[in-house]
């Protein structure tokens, strides 16, 4: 059974940027899937599996999770018939890292999802439509929550809006917001699209950096690492860092009411570049 990328299986999950989504129902993705180098990688049982087909995609997350293999899972929303058999089946996987809960629009929805999980299964709240943007601060403080993602095409289905990064600038700053008084790690965005290139993939994380978003859903591997560069501390900001942090050391004086915060953060960056190990790249 192949071993999880070293690096991204140490990664903790608050601070994953890449999360990287494979069809369930495609067994041999998921071992190249997970020899990548997205921070998490996702099983995904529900928008990429057709109805008559979960029951043998959950059977081959099943034996992927209890054979060695260790990953989260997107499973069906509450409200369908295929919630019940995820969440009974995952609740005795080995390797289950967490779920991510799809159509997720109410706090209760994750509260509920994880009293049937094993204790402390971590749970991402999938918001996907206006109702969920709505109430994302209610979620983000329910018992269970984990992080919050963003499900940018169904939202975009649900409200009529376009994809232009100003059409969804409130709806990501609801979740940031959220994330934020309810104490999460920083909310993940939605996908680029799967055939998007390299610009396409640098403007995308542009946008989801600038809204205060730390995490992106990726459907296509090849992506991944494009999305980890797009979401990591840039080297100005690498090197703007590291000489702040020495000059610190050396007994720099405070100057003004900015400095503080300015060390603060640098300091923030500097504990990024050690989790990515950006510092040698």
């Known amino acids: 059974m ?7 299986a140490a990664l903790p999950a608050k601070l994953s940027r890449s999360w990287l989504l494979i ?3 495609k067994e041999e993705d998921y ?9 998490s990688v996702i099983f995904d049982l529900e928008a990429s599996v057709p109805d008559e087909k979960k029951d043998a995609a959950r059977a081959s997350v099943l034996r992927a999770l209890n ?10 929303p509450t409200t369908s018939r295929h919630w019940e058999d995820d969440v009974a089946a995952l609740a005795e996987a080995g390797g289950l890292r967490g779920v991510m809960l799809a159509e997720t629009e109410r706090p209760d929805q994750v509260t509920y999802t994880a009293m049937r999980l094993r204790a402390g299964t971590p749970v991402i709240a999938l918001v996907e439509s206006a109702l969920g943007v709505e109430n994302a601060t209610q979620i983000a403080s329910a018992p269970g929550t984990f992080r919050l993602a963003f499900g940018t095409n169904d939202f975009r289905k649900d409200t009529g809006v376009s994809a232009d ?7 990501r700053s609801r979740l940031v917001i ?3 008084v309810g104490g999460l790690p920083g909310a993940i965005d939605g996908p680029a699209e799967a055939t998007a290139d390299e610009a396409a993939i640098a403007e995308a994380c542009q946008v989801t950096a600038s809204m ?3 995490g992106k859903l990726s459907l296509n591997r090849a992506q991944v690492e494009l999305v980890n560069k797009g979401l990591s501390p840039s080297e100005d900001e690498l090197n703007w860092a590291r000489e702040l942090i020495e000059a610190h050391e050396k007994g720099a004086s ?28």
């Open 165 to 171: 990064p100003m059409a969804l600038a409130y709806a």
């Open 31 to 39: 071992a190249p899937g997970l020899a990548s180098e997205a921070d």
């Open 178 to 180: 959220a994330s934020r």
């Open 254 to 281: 405070i100057g003004d009411g900015s400095y503080l915060p300015r060390l603060a953060r640098a300091q923030k960056i500097a504990s990024l570049a050690d989790s990515y190990g950006l510092w040698n790249a």
């Open 212 to 214: 205060g978003m730390t």
């Open 23 to 25: 069809n369930a129902g």
């Open 67 to 76: 054979g060695g293999m260790t990953a989260w899972v997107r499973i069906s």
């Open 2 to 8: 192949p071993i999880r990328n070293r690096r991204a």
